[in-house]
Antibody
Framework: EVLLLESGGGMVQPGGSVRLSCAAS????????LIWVRQAPGKGLEWVTV???????YHGDSMKDRLTTFIDNSKNTLYLHMSSLRAEDSAVYYC???????????WGQGTLVTVSS | IQLTQSPSFLSASIGDRVTISCRAS??????LAWFQQKPGKAPKLLIY???TLQSGVPSRFSGSGFGTEFTLTISTLQPEDFGSYYC?????????FGGGTKVEIK
């Protein structure tokens, strides 16, 4: 069974950093394309970044100089490290992947990051 | 590529036919998906490649369009169809979502 489980969210001070995890089961993370999508409270969906087959990455403009994505193959887990966080980065962060289609058909439950002093 | 959804909110009765529009700022062929999202839940893929119904999704949902104009239709609105609906383009990075349409059941 394909599952994605995000963790690592919580309260972070402005200017701080956080590392989110997306633990996968039922497939090999390094062989699939995964994305991170965020949703600020009461707002719509915003694409954050993609990592393709464990290699090439693309970042959205809103966070592109403040992101690092990497995979720990031993844990089959994708990580998203975000730095210089601002209040407007407060959101639920979802990871998602495409398994049965070329579209994002599997999503985690999300993890909430709140940037506040 | 910007995606403009309309309307942003709609209220409809059970059994109504509902149509949501998604317009792309440039041609995206059929690289478009539709998602449904319930409060506090992750998005759920409904339609991909503009018109292909995702496995397990009721047949009352359908999608159409090509290029810059796309439509999601719910043929007969059911109580469980409340929530927000988003289109997403996968033509090029950065991937983008439409602003969303909130569907309320009257």
């Amino acid at each position: 069974e394909v599952l994605l489980l995000e963790s690592g969210g919580g309260m972070v001070q402005p200017g701080g950093s956080v590392r989110l995890s997306c633990a996968a089961s039922g497939f090999t993370v390094s062989k699939k394309t995964l994305i991170w999508v965020r949703q600020a409270p009461g707002k719509g969906l915003e694409w954050v970044t993609v990592i393709q087959n464990g290699g090439r990455t693309y970042h959205g403009d809103s966070m592109k100089d403040r992101l690092t994505t990497f995979i720990d193959n031993s844990k089959n887990t994708l990580y998203l490290h975000m730095s210089s966080l601002r209040a407007e980065d407060s959101a639920v962060y979802y990871c998602a992947t495409s398994i049965l289609t070329d579209y994002y058909d599997y999503w985690g439950q999300g993890t909430l990051v709140t940037v506040s002093s | 590529i910007q995606l403009t959804q309309s309307p942003s909110f709609l209220s409809a009765s059970i059994g109504d036919r509902v149509t949501i529009s998604c317009r792309a700022s440039q041609g995206i062929s059929t690289y478009l998906a539709w998602f449904q999202q319930k409060p506090g839940k992750a998005p759920k893929l409904l339609i991909y490649a503009a018109s292909t119904l995702q496995s397990g999704v009721p047949s009352r949902f359908s999608g159409s369009g090509f290029g810059t104009e796309f439509t999601l239709t719910i043929s007969t609105l059911q109580p469980e169809d409340f929530g927000s609906y988003y289109c997403q383009q996968l033509m090029s990075y950065p991937l983008t979502f439409g602003g969303g349409t909130k569907v309320e059941i009257k």
